[in-house]
């Protein structure tokens, strides 16, 4: 059978993209239309994903600054504006896309011929010191919630710190937050969560927690993932690895500044106000980074090895595909949306069966979203 026939079959979701921040915000910038990643380094648009993914979970990023009430004020209007932006988004192309609140709306979705988009929170920041502003970005759609970004904040210690941990693990404003997720059916993400953090939340949730976008650490020892005890106790709980393409945490590299120049830059903006001004320029600063410091030159074999390995560790039920792309995501075969079917391809060749495409693709994300929704029930 034809590996083409087998990846139209399959439900498939990535459960993290940056689309929202990177594009869509962008005036002007289409979702409808085809682009270039050479011309404009965009990953995602309605075009690219046709035939080649069913779900994306889309991310609401936001910057971890002043943890401040101005601080608080700007970073949840900022984020409301791109929960704003995607529905617009979503509305206009109705036809070929639909929001997704439930699990069982991306299927349907796919039935109906239409993409299904998911909304995230990627930092717990705009939530400012109230959990129960959960319920707000809830009720705007927000169907996981990342914890933390690169730098601590009120919920947990993040795994990028330069300063180390600030909790040892979560605050407690973290483990009210748990709470509410677990309330309103809402996935714990513990991406880009401290160790610490993520050994809380797997002993305090009630419902299994999700990793939307990291990987392996005994592939790759890198913060960003994690190892197999950890893998092993996230598996034993119910839950899912989603794993990342983000060349710096998919292979070694060696040390070249990159880390301290990210941490500088990090730092410098932990007592700033987001207004839309500085917010503006955020993107040209990281583009500054990345040229500065390339790429490791990472490819889809190697990422492939993060899923073998978490597969043998912590079994076929428990990792799936969260490429970061549009934030940072992609190597070589895999770069853009449409590159999805190179990725069955090189898991058909390692020996995946359907049933392990079946669970890995999207089978062990919707358990998990099912597993959150009766949890609230
Ligand atoms: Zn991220």
């Known amino acids: ?15 993290h993209i940056d689309t929202p921040t990177a594009s869509l915000m962008k005036p002007g910038w289409e979702f409808a239309a085809r682009h270039d990643f050479a ?31 101005s601080g608080f004020t700007r970073a949840c209007d900022g984020a409301m504006q791109v929960f704003d932006r995607t529905h617009e988004v979503i509305r206009q192309n109705a036809a070929s896309c639909g929001l997704a609140l439930t699990a069982a709306d991306g299927p349907r979705l796919k039935a109906e011929g239409r993409r299904a988009l998911y909304l995230s929170l990627e930092n717990g920041y705009p939530l400012g010191l109230d959990a129960g502003n959960v319920a707000k970005f809830h009720a705007r759609g927000m169907r996981l919630l990342g914890f933390t970004h690169m730098l601590n904040n009120d919920l947990a210690d993040s795994s990028t710190d330069p300063r180390g941990a600030e909790w040892g693990g979560l605050g407690p404003l973290g483990r009210e937050v748990v709470a509410e997720c677990n309330r ?23 419902a299994p927690v999700m990793l939307s976008h ?28 989603q794993m990342n393409a983000l060349p710096v945490a998919v292979v070694p590299a060696p040390e070249d500044g990159r880390t ?11 007592d700033a106000v987001l207004t839309p ?15 500065a410091y390339p790429n490791p030159a990472a490819t889809l074999d190697d990422f492939v090895a993060h899923l073998v390995h978490g597969a043998e560790v912590a ?31 090189a898991l058909l060749d390692r020996g995946f069966t359907e049933a392990d495409l079946a669970k890995l693709w999207g089978g062990n994300t919707l358990r998990v979203m099912r597993a959150c929704e009766q949890a609230a029930k």
């Open 184 to 206: 309103l059916g809402v996935v714990p993400d513990a991406s880009h969560a401290s160790d610490d953090a993520l050994r809380d939340l797997l002993e305090l949730s009630r």
């Open 260 to 270: 301290a120049a990210l941490a500088a830059f990090l730092l410098r903006l932990k």
């Open 1 to 15: 059978m034809p590996a083409s026939a087998l990846h139209e079959r399959l439900f498939k979701i990535d459960t």
């Open 277 to 291: 001004e500085l917010r503006a320029t955020l993107g040209a600063e990281w583009d500054r980074i990345d040229k």
């Open 39 to 69: 011309a404009d380094h965009s990953q995602c648009d309605l075009p690219r994903m046709a035939g080649s993914i069913d779900a994306l979970v889309f991310a609401v990023f936001t910057t971890q600054a002043a943890r401040t009430p």
């Open 214 to 241: 990291s990987g392996c650490r005994a592939v790759c020892d890198h913060p960003r993932n994690i190892g197999d005890g950890l893998l092993r106790d996230l598996a034993a709980r119910g839950g899912v690895l």
């Open 315 to 345: 079994g076929i039920d428990h990792v799936g595909i969260g490429c970061d792309f549009d934030g940072g995501g992609g190597v070589a075969g895999l770069n853009e949306v449409s590159d999805y079917p190179n990725l069955t391809r």
